[in-house]
């Protein structure tokens, strides 16, 4: 990484190489993008996980052969594990992919997302995920948008989770997990329910460390408990690709290079461009994390405007919440 001549750095850079020291192991996918273990599970993912909102929205605006023609790429170099959600779209993005997949499905980590807290709605959302993405079972099945501090008590009291562990069973979930961008103590109380989660999703980029940080509470409770790391909102509410539009001057390679330098098993990235996907295929392809100097100019860059949330409106406000979750709980949609 070229250096900007920031010498100063944060006081708690000494925290950051703390949690990279933990590294997660890779190896080689055999395709070029690095695998990591997902947690506790036994699979392999690779470090590159392919956004489905992005890719629908991809179909929708270059038309889906272009869109499919992007997919096929990402699976050509490796990008194995695809993210969807029952709710993206209005269910396009699962129904797209299901096209997308036709002769890949045994190349991809199929993973997608559950709307559900309670029985009915979690296997209403079930269904509707394997029909639209034409498959007989989902590799990693997640509850979405965790974001509201009763989420957990309604994912464990209404009946979502004895619908995901039912389906497990049934051979239609083969992992259980869950999501959320609003605050790092709605996951921790999550992860403090008492079920092994196979994996967590949350925010993981340069801003998150100094603001509500996932990556400083969440992720060390996610590695005691051998609960596979998820990043995803990777440059801070910027840009798909560039600079992101502050005076910090943290441009969009730094952010995936922070991500995937942390004790993460794979990040989701959207993107409506072959080249955007060729641009986080070369940061990937031999990833080796961030040396110690590079994390504290990235800090040294992003800490002047990332201590009051100004570039993660997902935290702080309800702009970023679907909105079946905003109606769910009595907010105007």
Known sequence: MARTGFTSVPTSRAGMAALAAQAIPQRDGGQGIPTRPLGGTGEQVSILCLGGAHLGRAAKDDGEAQAIRLAHAAVDNGVTFWDNAWAYHDGYAEEFMGKALKGRREKVFLMT?????????????????????????????????????NDPDWVFERGGLRVAIEAQKAGKVRHIGFTGHKH????????????????????????????????????????????????????????????????????????????????????????????????????????????????????????????????????STQRYDDPIYRKMHGFEA
């Not at 943290?250 to 989701?268: G, H, K, Q, Y």
């Open 113 to 149: 997302k559950n709307s559900g807290r309670d029985e009915k709605f979690a296997r209403q959302c079930l269904e509707d995920s394997l029909r639209r993405m034409q498959t007989d079972y989902i590799d990693l099945w997640q509850f979405h948008e965790i974001n509201y501090d």
């Open 184 to 315: 790092p103590g709605i996951h921790l109380k999550m992860l403090g329910k008492g079920y092994q989660w196979a994996s967590s999703q949350m925010p993981i980029n340069p801003m998150d460390h100094f603001y509500r940080s996932f990556q400083k509470e969440v992720v060390p409770i996610c590695l005691a408990k051998g609960v596979g790391v998820i990043g995803m909102k990777c440059l801070g509410g910027g840009p798909r690709q560039g600079e992101i539009p502050t005076t910090t001057k943290v441009t969009a390679e730094m952010c995936v290079r922070w991500a995937l330098s942390l004790p993460v098993s794979s990040i989701v990235r959207g993107y409506l461009t072959m080249e955007q996907l060729d641009a986080d295929v070369e940061i990937a392809r031999g990833f080796a994390p961030l040396s110690e100097e590079d994390r504290g100019e990235i800090m040294a860059l992003a800490a002047p405007e990332a201590g009051d949330g100004r570039h993660e409106h997902f935290k």
